[in-house]
């Protein structure tokens, strides 16, 4: 997809589609006004007639409109006018995205950005439209038959872009939209791993993809075989991978573009490639769904392709630790010890709490680089799903104003997280008879229990995690890898680059 930024008058312009808003009410924007006056008013009759719901994304597509040159309009309702907010906003672009996703425009004029919005100025407004204009665009299709696939591309979508604004232009916003294109990008890639299923998608796919990204944007990588990862000393890693077929990985990103001291920010992502529970097996039902049990590390992925792409001034180190959980005559069994690279022992009493065994050997790995700090994304546990539904991300973390920030970005960004307590009193639920710890905290705080386990290992670091066990993917009709929170990361990459 290709984007440019214009001023011009909206009626004059030869497109396939031109995108506009309008209040619920009738009230217009600049650039619906213009338009409205060079049709002698059609488009303010239409929506007086009741033709635009008012809710925020309601579309109405008018085929042929006298007094424009682009062959169709789309007009988009940006609900109640002292309503308008960012929420209104992502929904009416979100729309749009479709529209311009299924239609049969090859190229579009958007109009949305232009819209004044309390907080915000054009920059952020053109961000957000490049990256779900572009996002909506995406499709996963790779594994369909030639035949199917064929007719699902049947040359539908907008692939050029023009994004309308009725200020001045300037060079700020040209790298917004960038960024945004380039945010959708990093997307794109997390949801194509995440989709992949877990035979194709095994952590030798997983390395692969790392190198390639490495080779494409020339930043160093590192991808450490099993032999390596026992010379670490990474027993508890090592204890998940026994029940599979496949090597683990464990794979060491550096993308060096900051001054050469200024300390690394560490993204870790769990990169379980497929988590059927291992011994301590899970039922059946939704089971497939296990096959995102790597969206952290393909988020971690995904962050280092849109932080190269828009260039960002930073250091970054990814580690992604990458493996199945599988059972098997040598998988670990509940009740085996197993020894850290920390030194620290943990018993397994529960198999299936793999995500954090995997974890908190990378996050000892993560001292080496001293870093800023270090975020590690993970889908971790069921119960963050319960707690906070597939809305937000869970965040937990050691320093408050590190979480703020993140909760922060996530506002920006609207990819959220939301903050639980990592209180010391939760840290008795994992006490163990045989070992330093277990793996598990009972029935109760399962999130945090799970996050206080992680804190055993990032005592020498700024640290804070973000469970993204129900943000990671959608199920039902709309099953499929969402990409987050790779907007959320990038936010919070983009400032710190521009802080520095
Ligand atoms: N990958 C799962 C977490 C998960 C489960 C994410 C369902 C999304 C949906 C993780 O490895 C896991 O199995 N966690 C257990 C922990 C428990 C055994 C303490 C869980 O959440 O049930
Ligand atoms: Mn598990
Ligand atoms: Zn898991």
Same mark, same amino acid.
């Given at each position: 997809?290709?984007?440019?930024? /214009? ?19 009738? /009230? ?22 009741? !033709? ?11 085929? =042929? ?10 007009? *988009?309702?940006?609900? /109640? ?23 049969? @425009? ?24 490049? $990256?779900?204009?572009? !996002? ?19 040359? $539908? ?19 917004? *939209? ?32 790392? =190198? ?28 998940? @991978? ?20 200024? /300390? ?25 769904? #296990? ?5 952290? @590390?393909?988020? *971690? ?5 849109? %932080?190269?792409? #828009? ?12 493996? =199945?959980? #599988? ?24 198999? !299936? ?14 001292? $080496?680089?001293?870093?800023?700090? %270090? ?11 319960? @707690? ?11 320093? !408050? ?6 909760? $922060?970005?996530?506002? =920006? ?23 330093? #710890? ?54 919070f990459l983009i400032a710190r680059a521009s802080a520095a």
């Amino acid at each position: 997809m290709e984007f440019t930024i /214009k001023t011009a008058s909206p009626a004059k312009l030869k497109t396939g589609l031109l995108v506009l808003g309008a209040f619920a009410g009738g /009230k217009l924007p600049a650039l619906t006004a213009a338009a409205d006056g060079a049709t002698e008013g059609r488009i303010a009759h239409l929506i007086k007639r009741g !033709d635009l719901d008012d809710k925020a994304g309601a579309t109405l597509l008018i085929p =042929e409109l006298a007094g424009v040159h682009a062959e169709r309009v789309l007009l *988009v309702s940006l609900g /109640k006018d002292d309503e308008f907010g960012d929420r209104a906003y992502r929904d009416a672009l979100g729309a749009a995205a479709k529209a311009l996703a299924a239609g049969p @425009a090859k190229d579009a004029v958007v109009a949305l950005a232009d819209v004044e919005l309390p907080g915000r100025d054009a920059a952020w407004r053109l961000q957000q439209a490049a $990256r779900i204009v572009a !996002d909506g665009a995406y499709r996963f299709d790779a594994l369909k038959s030639d035949k199917d696939k064929k007719a699902a591309k049947k040359e $539908r979508g907008a692939k050029k872009l023009t994004l309308l604004l009725s200020g001045e232009l300037g060079a700020e916003l040209d790298t917004a *939209v960038l960024q945004g294109h380039a945010i959708a990008t990093g997307m794109a890639l997390a949801k194509d791993l995440g989709n992949l299923p877990g035979n194709l998608c095994t952590p030798t796919h997983l390395a692969d993809t790392a =190198e390639a990204l490495a080779r494409q944007y020339k930043f160093e990588i590192e991808v450490l075989e099993r032999a390596d990862i026992e010379k670490l000393g990474m027993g508890s890693f090592l204890s998940v @991978a026994r029940g599979t077929h496949q090597p683990p990985k464990f794979i060491v990103m550096h993308y060096k573009a900051g001054k050469a001291k200024a /300390k690394p920010i560490v993204l870790v992502g769990k990169g379980i490639t497929f988590d059927s529970g291992g011994i301590s097996l899970k039922p059946g039902a939704e089971m497939d769904e #296990m096959k995102f049990d790597m969206c952290g @590390a393909a988020s *971690v992925l995904g962050t280092f392709k849109a %932080v190269a792409q #828009m260039g960002l001034p930073i250091n970054l180190v990814g580690l992604i630790p990458a493996t =199945e959980n #599988m059972p098997g005559g040598a998988a670990t069994k509940p009740g085996d010890v197993v020894t850290s690279m920390s030194g620290q022992t943990i018993e397994v009493l529960n198999t !299936d709490a793999e995500g954090r065994l995997v974890l908190c050997d990378a996050l000892t790995y993560a001292e $080496r680089f001293k870093p800023e700090c %270090v975020i590690d994304v993970a889908t971790l546990t069921g119960a963050c799903v319960v @707690a906070l539904g597939k809305i937000p991300s869970g965040l937990l973390a050691n320093d !408050d104003e590190l979480a703020a920030e993140l909760i $922060r970005r996530g506002t =920006e960004s609207g990819d959220r997280a939301w903050q639980l307590p990592l209180w010391d009193e939760y840290q008795d639920l994992l006490k163990s008879n045989f070992a330093d #710890m277990g793996n598990i905290g009972g029935r109760y705080a399962g999130t945090i229990t799970a996050a206080c386990f992680l804190a055993r290992f990032t005592k020498a670091y700024k640290w804070a995690h973000l469970d993204i066990a129900g943000t990671a993917w959608l199920s039902g009709e709309a099953k499929g890898a969402t990409g987050r929170p790779v907007p959320l990361l990038a936010a919070f990459l983009i400032a710190r680059a521009s802080a520095a």
